[in-house]
């Protein structure tokens, strides 16, 4: 822990190796117009350079805190490390000569720093000097998620004492590398969200970072083996659900890639384990194409999950045949989680198997809480109102004699007397917050089987939902076939039908209220699902995929 | 003697345990505090009337009385007016909600009238099933030669209405809606008949109104799906 709050110095350690003048100019002024007093700038020539050392002596005359060293050329790893050593700050950030660091970025960190002494260094978005200024937005703290790419800047800074040595032995993806063996020491990153540090210039042609491009593959290869990081031969990715997809590919055991990766560098793997499959007819550019056109020749197993198969229904007739006469080639795999699922994949002509998802939760049957309650999902991600926020918080004011517990990213301006808001939450945070409640209602327009309702039905909760399965209590929304209407969910909670399903929704909470199921058949519904949901039989499953012989080519039966 | 509160409202309730909370919520959550809500549950069966017990059992504002066997809606504003402590009554459908300063608005219209005999009236939204408006009515003064005339009526909400419960008393209150005739359009006519007058204020809109395939409104016109589609929302 550290102590109380006082203005620690913050070193910045710039290694300089061909830059301009007016990038080594740009990126001193920056750092020294910072609104942050305490800081030091140790400038480490690497290698002598007689055109850039009057650059800094200008501002060795005005500014006391600069510190000026040299080294023999040996590479930035070398220059960072003498630089180090010759810095005195409490905090430490390696930034690069061609950085320009935002207005009020080292206040930032050093308040981050000491606002959560929990967190050994500070991380987050950077700019990129092109036309757009686009933004590298980076993402949430997650060790395993490092161990498969960097999401880390060698710019952010750390606490002295967690500083690791720089290794010059590694020639590209050297800040990989600094941040996998600090992480290694159990020094948990603080990510800064939308705050946008410094600005970064673009990879310069010839430059290193365009060589790690065409080495791509042997120099992760480097860093993964230096590290003790086992390499598979099957990469799991997740566009719309990445934190899913990387908690999958921890269970199955293969790589874990969020599209960037995938989508702009070369890789050998052998299979692609796609975790959640849109595409929407409007899209432009579709990264789930993009992604499976790098692995043409490979094996690709397709999972659909959530509301994929919403969006084939936009599609004509015409273009399904070309989406399923690529999803029913030989080298593909399609998988879905219900047996409603499939069918609907059936009628869009896209051969599936099942096998559901298993929650990476362990969570187990406990005792109800002493007043009853109920969760609800509130969410914004998706271009309409897909998990029915409306229709969920019109329940919630029909019915005051219930408390609920909502999560998710939406609604966090909405109160209500009886509603408490949880937000999103860690896995641990969501365990205890499934023990809290007493059930579970999921309404949506379109979904295939939320992970949440089994976790709800294996700790013994109840849950009601529009989406069939094993346990829940079932409002159908579905359509009637007689009447022309297919559609499995949503017409049920168009306007003419609302207020009967409100009726039933409402009735069905209130009965989980007042007839509180026996322990024997809650254990009875987990005993069930469990089986449905053994992690050991889904991973086995999966893995026998990339094993499996491919099917022969028939070319005609492509489509329905 | 007991204080009266400044207005009562009274709610007619009859199986609506899915929208009635809303309405009666919306009551209770008005900015001028000294009202009271008198629920008339009109003998439903879908635990409505367990529900707003358990809800309200500590709401000194709130009453609510059954009907063992139903008698109607129109009956039943008889009976929640016949046990209102206030002599202002605030007429509501359980399938609505109002805005905050319904009741402020209101008390301030009747101020200086305490021997007028008169029925207040003002705008009102349409709002869908989920709450969003869909339709804004801004309403206009009450046509009484129109609808002497021709029966006509140009612009009336019933659910945001106020009146003297004397008024009420002298009018004879409410008839059993029957397959012709909803009970405010028979109320109307008694009130027109007896010489009392209509006002209309131009104030917010007071009442988000609904029409749910079982209103009575819905049953005398025709359900038509204009009124309660929601993807064009008006504000």
Known sequence: MTELRRDPLISFIVPVYQVTKDMLKRCLESLVTQDYQNIEIVVTFDGPDDDLLPVVGDYLKRHKNIKVIEIEHAGACAARNAGFKASSGEIISFFNSDYVAKPGMAKLWVDTLQDHPEFGFAYGAYEWNSSNRSVYWS????????????????????????????????????????????????????????????????????????????????????????????????????????????????????????????????????????????????????????????????????????????????????????????LNRGNATVLCETELAQKELKDYGINSEIVPIPPYTDLDIKPLPEKFSCAIFLTDKSNFDKYCQKETLSIVRALPTVKFHAYGDACHDIQYPNMIHHGNMTTEEWEKFVYKTSSYLRICRHDTRPMASDEFLLAGRDVISNIPGIGVDYIDTGGDPEKMEFDPFEIGLNDSYWPDTKKKIVKAILSAKNNIRSEADRRDVRARLAWDLDKQKYKDLINSFIEEEDKVLIGGECGK | MENKPKISFVVPTKDR?????????????????????????????????????????????????????????????????????????????DDDFYSVNRAEVTINFFKDKEDKAVMFNAPYLRVNYTGDPIEMFKGEKFDVEGFKKFGRVN?????????????????????????????????????????????????????????????????????????????????
């Not at chain 1, 990510?191 to 430059?207: H, K, N, Q, W």
């Not at chain 1, 975790?275 to 690709?300: Q, Y």
């Not at chain 2, 109320?187 to 209103?215: M, N, Q």
């Open chain 2, 155 to 235: 612009y009336f909400c019933h659910p945001v209405c106020a009146y003297w419960k004397g008024d009420f008393d002298e009018v004879g209150g409410y008839n059993s809606e029957t397959d012709k005739l909803t009970d405010d359009y028979q109320f109307v006519g008694d009130w027109i008949k007896a010489g009392k007058d209509i006002a209309f204020e131009d104030t917010d809109y007071l009442c988000f109104h609904r029409v749910l395939p079982t209103s009575i409104m819905a049953k005398h016109r025709g359900f038509r799906e204009e009124w309660v589609r929601g993807d064009k929302p008006v504000c």
């Open chain 2, 17 to 93: 345990i899915e929208w009635v909370a809303e309405c009666v919520g919306s009551l209770l959550a008005q900015t001028e505090k000294d009202i009271e809500v008198i629920v008339v549950d009109d003998g439903s069966k879908d635990g409505t009337y367990e529900m707003l017990t358990e809800w309200l059992k500590d709401e000194k504002r709130f009453r609510i009385f059954r009907n063992e066997e139903s008698i109607g809606a129109g009956k039943s504003r008889n009976r929640g007016t016949a046990e209102a402590k206030s002599d202002l009554i605030g007429v509501c459908d």
């Open chain 1, 139 to 326: 993402k949430e703290f997650d060790e395993f998620e490092l161990t498969q790419a960097n999401y880390i800047d060698c710019g952010f800074p750390l606490w002295r004492k967690h500083v690791v040595e720089w290794d010059p032995e590694v020639k590209s993806l050297q800040d990989w590398d600094f941040w996998i063996r600090v992480v290694k020491n159990g020094v948990k990153g603080y990510y800064l969200t939308r705050d946008i540090s410094f600005v970064a210039e673009m990879p310069r042609p010839g430059g290193l970072s365009m060589d790690s491009h065409q080495n791509w593959v042997a120099r992760v290869k480097f860093v993964r083996e230096k590290n003790g990081i086992p390499t598979t031969d099957m990469v799991a990715c997740s566009i719309g659900a990445p934190f899913h997809g990387s908690k999958m590919a921890q269970m199955i055991g293969c790589d874990y890639d969020d599209g960037d990766h995938i989508i702009m560098k070369p890789n050998d793997y052998k299979a692609l384990y796609m975790i959640g499959f849109f595409m929407r007819p409007a899209d432009v550019k579709n990264m789930h194409s993009n992604i499976l056109g790098k692995f043409k020749d490979k094996k690709i197993i397709i999972h659909y999950i959530g509301a994929d198969i919403y969006w084939l229904r936009k599609f004509t007739t015409e273009e399904l045949k070309l989406i399923s006469g690529v």
